[in-house]
């Protein structure tokens, strides 16, 4: 075991988290084993798990952290190291669920929103992450999805019976656009609620509060203006209770908050004042009108609500902003006290109520100082007033002040002593006092739960402390993560059955090594060196690897031979490396200075790339290689393209497209001679090419631009046999999944209008929907990563609850589910390729049921055959197999992480 396993295992948090969790056991191989290690000890640097959202369920606490690999999870703990685990890995993966919008119901249930699908680039749009609601009682088993979003609420409320929220539907058009939903806490019992036909929610300033059995909502009218709306999914109960002036002006009613048998809010007072005061409603048109002529506080206007009275930071003309309360009524609106006499106003925030007393903080002109009241000017007093101005006053900072039955509680600093450190007021004293010593900053009082308080540090993890005197106890650390060797830039090819990888030099972080395995420890070993130059003496940082021919090539640059970024040849035995080309295709933005590298395209026996021509510009010339000088030939010169070249392999020939401009693209193709490397699209050709299949000798392709219907063409290769399809309405191919070819049918990715994602197919002539539909209405999950196998199509696409699974789809027939997560819950957060294990084998891929974390799985297209091939991470945590997945041998290497080892290079045998 290395040094790093047992620092691991000494810190224990992550094993004792594995421990708690069950798992399955599905049949299925179970010899997946670690090959190499290529780095030891931890990773360097401090990790930040900032643990937050902490609610106390009884049984259980509950909270969210971000362990470093599964991204911002939900945790449970009982305040002790061996008690805390991850609770359930809703997006297996990294950046992970990110559950927030947490909101306590009244049977003591949590709802709370999280994402279900991670967008990327080459599934769906990036940015456009799909969400869901849930409910939880703090256990696995006891959290459901209930209802599809394609983006988090906007609000939130408990009603009895559930919850009501503001979210679109994935049919609802504009990006403030939103719904008013109900869901009673069960997967089937999520429904909209009708609002009156003028009323128009914001996603985005929208405001809710519970009253009764209805809920009332700020909404938009058709004219822009703002108005109050009641609704309570009766027709009868659903009316608009008042249109809130300015009527055209888009100032937005804020902070509805229920008081009682009443709903406080701030909005734009009557007359054309402009100015916000508050208002209150009692379910009726009559009783929803303005009622006290005081404005919010600028930097804070929320409302702290205890035994029938509302506190708040109020701003009057005369006072600034200062403490006021309200029982909802104009005689019971009063000013507390003027903290600080005249406009500057003591900005009060962070009402707590403890006892009798209401704390709060406010500014006084010695600094932020402790306050409690009674609700009136002579019975509110400065906590520690006998101290003013005294070096060991304490300066709360702001955060959340927590009470027990006893005691008050905040973290603060004194003049003399800026060590952060967690306070004490008891419920018959005036003083605050120390009981801490220093704490780690930044640190936050979380909450009160079994007897201690609980405080969360963004870089220490979770602590406990008994409220009464001592040093915090550090319940959770930040375990060390084991370094890595595996990351996203590097690179794996076969070679003759053997294994080469990129692995950077620990010495130069910018420079790559070349290694080479066969499958064991001992085996796995750096392959000599790339060496060029007249004695064979400048060492090479090899790239982009790529075998043609059983020859390795890859891309390197050499500034001590003044070579600029190449392709070369390797001989495994002697280690020397001969130069194939100079002036390897980059195109260089801005932004990314290496955005469109241009990596080999193998195309049967040889390999097509792009180089930059003698002015030493963007790439513009075509070549060909088989791996060696010889056979390294400049194919066409002058394409001059705008930007990267998309090549697009049939047999054996070569289709690309040459971008000319941001909107229109020429096709070409070559057969690996001069002569035969020609333009096949004419002249007067003005759309763009973003993706093609081949089918047979022949390669299907899609033009079009921006939102307008695609047109689909092919091409045999020769000008004249280049021509259009016709327009496919409702097609959704994308550069990464254009479709693929069964039979003589093309299958590619198609919707209509906002319907439910289709797969279509089209025999050249017509297109048609095959049967089946995936997802719910409007979804932007689409079938991705279309493959054959077999005779049928594997590919990833949503289940009505909108998360993905791995389907199968016969020609001409309906999808069957191959694999799916648990309670309609996604199996990917981002759908990987499928990967082939051999010629005839099952198909390999990364997933999770639910049950276990992201794990590597196999299928031969069937439900049966479709089963996890490795568990290599225990319980609920995830070793995340990843790319390159690469078929050497008579194994499948791929990298895969463990709580011990980090992310390295590990082999699944083939039967």
Same mark, same amino acid.
């Given at each position: 075991m290395t040094l790093k396993s047992v620092k691991l295992l000494l810190a224990g948090v992550l094993a004792l988290g594995m421990a708690c969790g069950g798992k399955s056991t599905p049949e299925g191989p179970r010899d997946a084993y670690p090959v190499w290690d290529g780095q030891t000890g931890d990773r360097p640097g401090k990790r930040t798990s900032a643990p937050r959202d902490l609610m106390d369920l009884g049984t259980t606490l509950l909270f969210t952290q971000d362990d470093g690999v599964h991204g911002r999870e939900l945790w449970t703990t009982d305040g002790s190291a061996q008690g805390t685990a991850m609770m359930v890995d809703l997006l297996p993966g990294l950046p992970g669920s990110e559950p927030d919008t947490f909101t306590r119901a009244d049977d003591g249930s949590v709802y709370f929103v999280a994402r279900t699908t991670y967008a990327s680039d080459t599934a769906i749009p990036r940015g456009a992450d799909t969400f869901a609601l849930f409910r939880t009682r703090g256990t696995a088993e006891s959290t459901t999805l209930l209802l599809a979003l394609p983006h988090r609420p906007g609000f939130l409320v408990t009603a009895s019976g559930g919850v009501y929220l503001s979210a679109p539907d994935f049919t609802d058009s504009g990006e403030d656009a939103a719904s008013?939903?109900?869901?009673?806490?069960?997967?089937?019992?999520?429904?909209?609620?009708?609002?009156? $036909?003028?009323?128009?929610?914001?996603?985005?300033?929208?405001?809710?509060? +519970?009253?009764?059995?209805?809920?009332?909502?700020?909404?938009?009218?058709?004219?822009?203006?703002?108005?109050?709306?009641?609704?309570?999914?009766?027709?009868?109960?659903?009316?608009?209770?008042?249109?809130?002036?300015?009527?055209?002006?888009?100032?937005?009613?804020?902070? %509805?908050?229920?008081l009682g048998g009443q709903v406080l809010f701030w909005a734009q007072a009557l007359g054309g004042l402009s100015r916000r005061v508050l208002w209150h409603s009692d379910g009726t048109e009559e009783g929803t009108v303005p009622f006290a002529d005081i404005a919010p506080d600028r930097d804070q206007d929320s409302f702290f609500v205890r035994d029938g009275m509302a506190f708040f930071s109020g701003e009057d003309p005369l006072t600034g902003s200062e403490p006021w309360r309200t029982d909802g009524t104009t005689q019971g609106t009063a000013l507390?006290?003027?903290?600080?006499?005249?406009?500057?106003?003591?900005?009060?925030?962070?009402?707590?109520?403890?006892?009798?007393?209401?704390?709060?903080?406010?500014? +006084?002109?010695?600094?932020?100082? %402790?306050?409690?009241?009674?609700?009136?000017?002579?019975?509110? +007093?400065?906590?520690?007033?006998?101290?003013?101005?005294?070096?060991?006053?304490?300066?709360?900072?702001?955060?959340?002040?927590?009470?027990?039955?006893?005691?008050?509680?905040?973290?603060?600093?004194?003049?003399?002593? +800026?060590? %952060?450190?967690?306070?004490?007021?008891?419920?018959?004293?005036?003083?605050a006092t120390a009981v801490s010593g220093p704490l780690s900053v930044p640190m936050s009082l979380e909450i009160p739960a079994r007897g201690v308080l609980y405080l969360s540090s963004l870089e220490d993890g979770l602590w406990t402390h008994n409220g009464m005197t001592g040093p915090a106890t550090q319940v959770v650390p930040p375990s060390p993560l084991p370094a890595d060797s595996w990351e996203g830039a590097t690179e794996?090819?076969?070679?003759?059955?053997?294994?080469?990888?990129?692995?950077?030099?620990?010495?130069?972080?910018?420079?790559w090594r070349l290694w080479k395995s066969d499958g064991t420890a001992a085996g796995t070993v750096q392959a000599k060196t790339p060496v060029a130059g007249e004695f064979n003496h400048v060492q090479l940082s090899p790239e982009m690897l790529t075998v043609v021919n059983g020859q390795l090539l890859f891309a390197a640059m050499s500034p001590e031979l003044q070579v600029p970024y190449s392709l070369w040849s390797y001989d495994p035995a002697s280690g020397n490396a001969t130069r194939l080309v100079t002036s390897l295709g980059r195109w260089v933005t801005a932004t990314d200075p290496l955005l469109f590298t241009s990596h080999p395209v193998k195309v049967g026996r040889q390999a097509y790339f792009m180089v930059a021509g003698k002015d030493g510009g963007s790439p513009d010339e075509l070549w060909k290689t088989d791996g060696t000088e010889a056979g390294t030939v400049r194919l066409k010169a002058g394409l001059a393209p705008y930007f990267a070249t998309n090549f697009m392999p049939v047999g054996s020939r070569l289709f690309f497209a040459v971008n000319k401009s941001a909107t229109r693209a020429e096709l070409w193709t070559s057969d690996g001679t001069e002569a035969g490397t020609v333009r096949l699209t004419a002249p007067e050709f003005t759309s763009l090419i973003f993706g093609g299949a081949a089918m047979g000798d022949r390669l299907f392709f899609w033009t079009g631009q921006g939102s307008e219907t695609l047109v689909l063409w092919k091409s045999d290769g020769t000008p004249e046999g280049t021509v259009p399809v016709g327009a496919m309405p409702g097609a959704q191919p994308t550069p990464a999944d254009p479709g693929v070819a069964l039979g003589d049918a093309l299958y590619f990715p198609c919707g209509f209008g906002q319907g439910v994602p289709q797969l279509c197919r089209t025999d050249g002539q017509v297109m048609n929907a095959?049967?089946?539909?995936?997802?719910?209405?409007?979804?932007?999950?689409?079938?991705?990563?279309?493959?054959?196998?077999?005779?049928?199509?594997?590919?990833?696409?949503?289940?009505?609850?909108?998360?993905?699974?791995?389907?199968?789809?016969?020609?001409?027939?309906?999808?069957?589910?191959?694999?799916?997560?648990?309670?309609?819950?996604?199996?990917?957060?981002?759908?990987?390729?499928?990967?082939?294990?051999?010629?005839?084998?099952?198909?390999?891929?990364?997933?999770?049921?639910?049950?276990?974390?992201?794990?590597?799985?196999?299928?031969?297209?069937?439900?049966?055959?479709?089963?996890?091939?490795?568990?290599?991470?225990?319980?609920?945590?995830?070793?995340?197999?990843?790319? $390159?997945?690469?078929?050497?041998?008579?194994?499948?290497?791929?990298?895969?992480?463990?709580?011990?080892?980090?992310?390295? %290079?590990?082999?699944?045998?083939?039967?």
């Open positions: 008013l939903w109900f869901s009673d806490g069960t997967p089937g019992g999520s429904r909209k609620v009708a609002l009156p $036909p003028d009323a128009r929610l914001s996603l985005k300033d929208s405001s809710a509060a +519970t009253l009764g059995n209805a809920v009332l909502v700020t909404a938009r009218t058709s004219v822009g203006g703002w108005q109050l709306v009641r609704a309570d999914g009766t027709m009868e109960g659903t009316r608009r209770l008042a249109l809130l002036p300015p009527y055209g002006n888009v100032e937005t009613p804020r902070r %509805l908050t229920t507390i006290a003027d903290l600080i006499p005249g406009t500057a106003g003591s900005h009060p925030t962070t009402f707590t109520r403890q006892g009798f007393y209401v704390y709060f903080t406010a500014r +006084t002109e010695v600094g932020t100082r %402790l306050f409690r009241t009674l609700g009136a000017e002579e019975n509110t +007093t400065r906590v520690n007033v006998w101290d003013d101005g005294a070096q060991q006053t304490p300066q709360p900072t702001g955060g959340r002040m927590v009470a027990t039955v006893d005691a008050l509680f905040f973290l603060a600093t004194t003049q003399a002593d +800026t060590s %952060l450190r967690l306070w004490r007021v008891g419920a018959t004293t005036a003083g794996a090819v076969d070679l003759g059955g053997t294994l080469y990888f990129t692995q950077r030099d620990p010495t130069r972080m910018d420079t095959m049967t089946g539909t995936f997802g719910p209405e409007g979804t932007p999950l689409r079938p991705n990563h279309l493959t054959v196998q077999d005779g049928h199509l594997l590919f990833w696409a949503a289940t009505p609850t909108n998360g993905y699974a791995l389907w199968r789809a016969e020609p001409g027939g309906a999808p069957t589910l191959l694999m799916q997560a648990r309670a309609g819950m996604s199996a990917v957060a981002t759908p990987g390729p499928l990967v082939r294990s051999r010629p005839g084998g099952p198909f390999l891929f990364a997933a999770s049921d639910g049950t276990s974390g992201l794990e590597l799985w196999k299928t031969d297209g069937t439900p049966g055959g479709t089963v996890r091939a490795a568990d290599i991470a225990p319980g609920l945590l995830s070793s995340a197999p990843g790319w $390159p997945m690469v078929p050497s041998g008579d194994r499948v290497y791929f990298p895969a992480w463990t709580p011990t080892e980090g992310r390295e %290079l590990w082999a699944l045998p083939l039967p």
